[in-house]
């Protein structure tokens, strides 16, 4: 059969506590009573003296159990205080060691570079006096393929183009003035002819948005400071200012 367990057992250490409590509060009045001599005085009164035995008693575990309760918050007091400096002295450990394997495992990696170090320099070099030029040049001859690519109607190739651009555009003007001479030209429309320049609808129909786009990338690829004066940079400003005048922007 099985047995029934009571809430109001309480565990094993309530129990063994009140029991010790209880013990010594018995004791303390036997020998307080007879300290202050009280035995003897109320002999001949069991009544009175069982009284003030019962009411010692109380008074003992009540003092028992408050210092009782005192010894215990004490202990806890102190047990946190030593748990607070044992774990901030865990985590300052803990910062420093971890501080000393960055800084060595830092120290260390460059320990290991040190001898890559003459490599890494003549690379640097290489890339600077060979590399590097080869690549900017690449750059800058897909620039003006691309920018062929929108005038490529009026030469006959892309090495045409090139001798053009880099004259300064006096070839285009030749070919222009010999097309003037022979035959007479249709009414000049600025505003046409700059937005042909950019690249954009004759009509105007673009936002402004669309316009700084276009010249933005144009005049990127023709830049003076990039590929040095030329005469594409002037006509691209000049059409930019002619559509700016128009629209009124």
């Not at 555009?169 to 097309?179: C, D, I, M, P, V």
């Not at 001479?181 to 105007?204: H, M, Q, T, W």
Request: a negative charge.
């Amino acid at each position: 059969m099985a047995s029934i367990k009571t809430e109001s057992a309480g565990n094993w250490s309530d129990f063994a506590t009140t029991v010790v409590l209880g013990f010594f509060s018995l004791i303390a009045p036997i020998h307080l009573s007879m300290w202050l001599g009280v035995d003897h005085a109320l002999d001949g009164y069991p009544a009175i003296t069982l009284a003030v035995w019962a009411i010692l008693t109380v008074v003992s575990y009540g003092i028992l159990q408050g210092l009782l309760m005192a010894a215990f918050a004490l202990l806890s007091r102190l047990t946190a205080f030593v748990e607070g400096i044992v774990g901030f002295v865990a985590n300052t450990v803990e910062w420093a060691l971890t501080a000393v394997v960055e800084v060595s495992a830092q120290f260390g990696l460059k320990l290991l570079l040190l001898p890559f170090i003459p490599f890494m320099f003549a690379a640097k070099w290489l890339y600077s006096v060979f590399i590097a030029g080869i690549a900017e040049r690449r750059r800058q001859n897909e620039e003006l393929r691309r920018l062929y690519e929108e005038v490529k109607d009026e030469y006959g190739s892309f090495e045409e183009f090139v001798r053009d651009f880099h004259s300064g555009g006096a070839q285009s003007g030749q070919k222009q003035k010999e097309r003037e001479d022979a035959a007479a030209p249709p009414p000049r429309d600025a505003f046409k002819e700059a937005c042909a320049a950019i690249g954009l609808p004759p009509d105007g129909s673009f936002s402004e948005a669309e316009f700084k786009e276009r010249y933005h990338a144009l005049i990127k690829a023709v830049h003076p400071d990039m590929v040095g004066p030329n005469a594409f940079a002037a006509q691209l400003n000049e059409a930019r200012n002619v559509i700016r005048k128009r629209k009124g922007w």
